[in-house]
């Protein structure tokens, strides 16, 4: 069990103050075993803990929680962002139906995923409609309208038919007829993915233009899910994968593998053979189920919280007494950072689209921040130490020029006026009471 072993890792992790390459070697190592025996794929093995100890080695461990919570959330958070970060959700067509097409293998769970998806949407107050076009395997349709009509769902089929495309036309036809507002296709699979089956899906997906792809695949078969899903995908174009039996044994590696290997999010996950057992895929809640250590990362992200407060408050104070300097601006420039980055916190506010390109912001930042960084902490807590010879070097250092300095330095004086304003008591003129 993933989960028992993580914690042992992380109890394991000695030392205080800081997070040093030295403390946390032994963890690295034996994170890196844990995913790879839980088949994670190597390569994403490999970046995944480069990324663990970039973000590790030198942090400064917080007040309250030891050295091993301190890891045990940047792991967390690193398995959260290779899980594709946000939670996915399904398109909605503007004008119904909403056409979602399941392709995969056979036995990957596609006849009971649909059935699933139905019952889930039905009680969103969808109408969904089933499509049943899985030609080749005995019984499939049958069970398909056994599934429907026990979720008191219309099920399309032709009885009899081998042409999948033409019970994909008629079945998205009368869909429209019945006003339902999903239309979801259960087509074939193969033991093996063939070329006959591609061209089929092909077909029916010229035919049926659906919104979503969404490609079931089988936990249980580990790096093969992940194989399937990249060939389906390069195929297919798929727009989401859904992960089935994740309540067997699986180990979870295809999970973690297939956003980094495939670039397509998980959107559902099956976790039982009833059809209630279907999920939205929270990237937060399978790392919690993998780490076993949720009460550990909420600690962690409390002990977060305040320090922000106190360095904000910190910084409030230096404002007022005036002694902000470049080393106070860089830690400001982090916190904002530590939001994400510029251009996707910008996409968060409405209409922020009209601003324009927002790259050259980021870029901007990332220049100060490189700037400050070559200046030596005397010449960040005093500018004005900066002469010609040591702006040369600091611009040699930051990778920028004596130009891009002297405009940072200038912006910086700027801003400590504006601070002198505000943090001084009024504005300009009003000291002392109002004018006049
Ligand atoms: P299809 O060939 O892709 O249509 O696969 P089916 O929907 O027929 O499912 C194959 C088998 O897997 C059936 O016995 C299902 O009950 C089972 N199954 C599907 N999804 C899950 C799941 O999430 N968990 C478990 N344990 N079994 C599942
Ligand atoms: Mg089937």
Do not use: W
């Not at 993933?2 to 032994?26: H, V, Y």
């Not at 295809?254 to 099956?270: D, H, T, Y």
């Amino acid at each position: 069990n993933l989960g028992n072993r993580f914690q042992d890792i992380f109890k394991k992790i000695k030392g205080n103050g800081k997070l040093s390459e030295k403390n946390i070697k032994d963890a690295l190592k034996e994170v890196r075993l844990s995913l790879l025996e839980a088949d994670v794929n190597y390569k994403v093995v490999k970046e995944f803990i480069n990324k663990i100890k970039e973000k590790s080695v030198g942090e400064d461990v917080l007040k309250g929680i030891n050295p091993g919570q301190q890891f045990v959330k940047i792991v967390n958070d690193e398995l959260i962002e290779l899980l594709g970060g946000t939670n996915a959700r399904l398109t909605k067509a503007l004008r119904p139906p909403t056409v979602i097409m399941l392709a995969g293998l056979q036995g990957a769970g596609k006849t009971t995923f649909a059935a699933k998806l139905a019952k889930f949407l039905k009680k969103k107050n969808e109408k969904p409609y089933l499509i049943g076009a899985d030609v080749y395997r005995p019984a499939a349709m049958k069970q398909l309208q056994v599934l429907g009509e026990s979720i008191d769902t219309p099920v399309f089929t032709i009885e009899g038919s081998k042409d999948a495309v033409e019970i994909c036309t008629k079945g998205l036809a009368k869909a429209k007829e019945e006003n339902a507002t999903y239309a979801i296709f259960d087509t074939a699979g193969r033991l093996h993915i063939d070329e006959n089956l591609m061209e089929e899906l092909k077909n029916i997906r010229k035919i049926i233009k659906p919104q979503e792809i969404l490609l079931v695949v089988d936990a249980m078969t580990g790096q093969d899910a992940v194989n399937v899903a990249k060939k389906f995908n390069e195929t297919l174009n798929i727009d989401g994968v859904v992960l089935t039996k994740l309540d067997g044994d699986a180990r979870g590696g295809a999970a973690l593998s297939i956003k980094a290997v495939v670039g397509k999010p998980i959107k559902f996950i099956g976790v039982g053979e009833k059809l209630d057992d279907i999920e939205l895929f929270h990237p937060d809640r399978l790392v919690s189920r993998i780490l076993g250590m949720g009460d550990v990362v909420s600690l962690v992200e409390k002990a977060q919280e305040t320090i922000n407060e106190d360095e904000a408050r910190e910084l409030e104070e230096k404002i007022k007494k005036q002694t902000f300097d470049l080393e106070d601006f860089l830690k400001q420039l982090n916190q904002i950072k530590k939001l994400g980055p510029i251009t996707k916190l910008l996409q968060m506010i409405p209409g922020a689209n009209q601003l324009g390109d927002l790259a050259p912001a980021e870029k901007e930042m990332k220049k100060i921040e490189a700037v400050i960084q070559s200046m030596t902490k005397e010449e960040r807590k005093n500018p004005k130490l900066m002469n010609a010879g040591r702006k040369k070097r600091v611009a040699k250092g930051s990778g920028t020029n004596v130009q891009v300095v002297n405009n940072l330095l200038k912006q910086f004086e700027q801003m400590k006026k504006m601070m002198k304003m505000f943090g001084g008591g009024g504005l300009p003129g009003m000291k002392g009471g109002f004018p006049g």
